[in-house]
């Protein structure tokens, strides 16, 4: 017996060894909140109403505010400790924590944040930085760094915080969770410190879509509408070639969900630096002032100029006086960038005026009512722990032209976790309209458990990388084919979108694109053929059922082609080419 219990106290011993070994090699020790909370405290529900009436939204969830949000009775501390010690206690509860406590959440605390909310990496010398549930050794992104940690490590249903340049979303990406910053103004920004007001939002982290969704329909207060499916969903790929992993550990997956939920034929290919150079004029404006005629400079790295321009002059315009008047010692990276000169002229500021209400225009118009876009939360992956990988200007550049899409333009998007990538989180990005915030929830709630099983196969793939280089040409030349299709040039277009299929002959889309062509030149036949291949392999592919259609009613077919119109009809209840195309075939031939 006692031998058996010196070998317990060995094993312990060696435990606990273990323990400090990987705590020292962290650099840190893990608190049991993991760095999270800079306070706790209890906000708790009104009693619930009597039947009949329904339960409060919100009933058997708890939350926590990063520590931006007012609490009456508590300072707002702005994650630096000279700011709590020259404020007074909030003497009013932010009307949004306010909300969803009536809504009948608990909340149990609040949460760090970065220095003056400012930075983007998580990491803050005066309260610790949280540690990383996903990735321990790794920073937690933020600045809304604790909160995301609450979540990643199940102390909470879901919590808040700020998005400026990207506050919710890189910790959300970095920690392995659900990350919302909604439509630029849509919630109320009352009762919580500003850090950029044109470009602050207050954001969302949730571990599921379902508590995104009960919360986020709380905090939007939206009435209810029927759900609607998106009718396209674009794949910003020179987006995708920022990333610093293979762009098909991402990419792969959201067209593999795509086609299961709404069909092939959604899924569509963008290059936002062609499109925002010619829908954002005031961007070359801003270029000749600024970057004099550097011709190095792409559309997304001047947006992510802009962004941060904006940031910094709004944040001096906002806390200059109190950082001149109580000189706080901040950390040398943010006090670089803070306290730089800013060598612009109004004229200047003017111009990143107009971009912002460019770039807002213009994601509209290209994403409409119905359209979602697809890009990478962030270039890299979780840096380790006091990396200066973080402060390259690859980095920067790399990670603000991505943010500033949503930013600049007040669009809302959605981060969602895509598991993981050698051991650190991967995720990914759904854009839509500004004011599209349902929409968007509503999809993210479609789409996310198969985003989830894709991902895992992605990842467990063994598709050589040969095999995953093959789709991606066959998707370049394919856009080489719709160009040509675009110019008129349809046996051009055939002899790409041809060789599209040679590259990858499981793709409907392709096959259905070449019968299009084959259409126009009144090879009726070779389109018939091409449509009933597209449909073996997609059986929602409407503009098969379409083409197939035209196709047999050119060729005689009469009743098959009414077919083909009204089955591309059940799919589609809307689509008024294909009930004109059924009516007037019945009129005519029954």
Not at 158 to 186: E, K, M, N, Q
Not at 368 to 397: C, H, M, R, W
Request: aromatic share 8%; charged share 20%; with cysteine.
């Amino acid at each position: 017996m006692a031998s058996h219990a010196a070998n317990l106290w060995v094993l312990l011993g060696l435990g606990l060894a273990g323990i400090f070994l990987m705590t020292k090699r962290l650099k840190k020790t893990i608190k049991a909140d993991f760095g999270a909370f800079i306070q706790k405290l209890e906000l708790l529900p009104p009693p619930q109403p009597a039947p009949p009436k329904a339960p409060h939204p919100l009933t058997g969830l708890n939350f926590a505010v990063s520590d931006v949000f007012d609490i009456e009775g508590y300072v707002t501390g702005f994650g630096h400790p000279d700011w709590l010690r020259t404020h007074e206690p909030s003497t009013r509860t932010s009307p949004v924590v306010l909300a969803l406590v009536e809504g009948g959440a608990t909340c149990i605390g609040k949460t760090v944040v970065d220095e003056l909310a400012y930075s983007i990496h998580g990491e803050n010398k005066h309260y610790s930085t949280p540690t990383n549930p996903a990735a321990p050794a790794r920073i937690p992104g933020g600045s809304s760094s604790g909160a995301a940690v609450a979540v990643a490590a199940d102390f909470v249903d879901f919590s808040l915080g700020i998005d400026t340049l990207g506050g919710i979303r890189v910790p959300a990406a970095f920690c392995g969770v659900i990350g919302f910053r909604p439509s630029h103004g849509v919630i109320s920004n009352t009762g919580i410190i500003p850090v950029s007001s044109s470009l602050d939002t207050v954001g969302l982290f949730a571990k599921d879509p379902s508590t995104l969704r009960r919360v986020g329909l709380v905090l939007l207060q939206l009435p209810f509408s029927v759900q609607r499916n998106p009718k396209q969903i674009l794949l910003a790929d020179d987006c995708f070639e920022l990333l610093k992993i293979a762009k098909d550990r991402i990419s792969q997956v959201v067209t593999n969900s795509t086609e299961k939920h709404f069909g092939r034929q959604v899924l569509k290919h963008e290059n936002l630096e062609k499109y925002f150079s010619s829908k954002v004029p005031s961007l070359k404006e801003f270029y000749s002032q600024k970057i004099n005629g550097d011709s190095k400079f792409s559309s997304l790295t001047l947006l992510a100029n802009v962004a941060q321009i904006l940031q910094r002059y709004e944040f001096k315009c906002t806390h200059g006086e109190w950082i001149n008047s109580e000189k706080p010692v901040l950390d040398s990276a943010i006090s670089a960038q803070i306290n730089e000169t800013l060598d612009m002229t109004d004229k200047e500021i003017e111009i990143c005026k107009s971009i912002r209400t460019e770039m807002r225009l213009a994601v509209n118009n290209l994403l409409k009512d119905d359209g979602i876009l697809v890009i990478p939360t962030t270039a890299y992956p979780p840096p380790k722990l006091g990396s200066k990988e973080i402060f390259s200007d690859d980095y920067q550049n790399r990670s603000f032209s991505l943010l500033s899409i949503a930013s600049i333009s007040g669009c809302c998007q959605v981060t969602l976790p895509l598991g993981y990538h050698d051991k650190c989180p991967v995720s990914v990005s759904f854009i839509a309209r500004h004011g599209g915030d349902r929409f968007l929830l509503d999809t993210v709630q479609t789409v996310y458990s198969s985003l989830q099983e894709h991902a895992d196969t992605v990842a467990k793939s063994k598709l050589s990388p040969n095999a995953v280089n093959q789709e991606h040409s066959a998707e370049v030349v394919k856009e080489k084919g719709n160009q040509a299709y675009k110019d008129k040039q349809w046996q051009k277009a055939i002899g790409f979108y041809t060789e599209a299929i040679k590259l990858s002959g499981n793709n409907a889309t392709y096959y259905s694109n070449r019968a299009a062509a084959y259409l126009e030149l009144g090879s009726f036949l070779q389109a018939e053929a091409d449509c009933s291949k597209a449909i073996s392999l997609d059986k929602k592919n409407v503009k098969a059922y379409l083409r197939r259609g035209t196709a047999r009613e050119m060729l005689g077919y009469y009743k098959e082609a009414i077919e083909d119109f009204s089955y591309a009809l059940v799919l589609e209840p809307t689509n008024k080419r294909a009930a004109l195309s059924a009516d007037r075939l019945r009129k005519v031939f029954q």
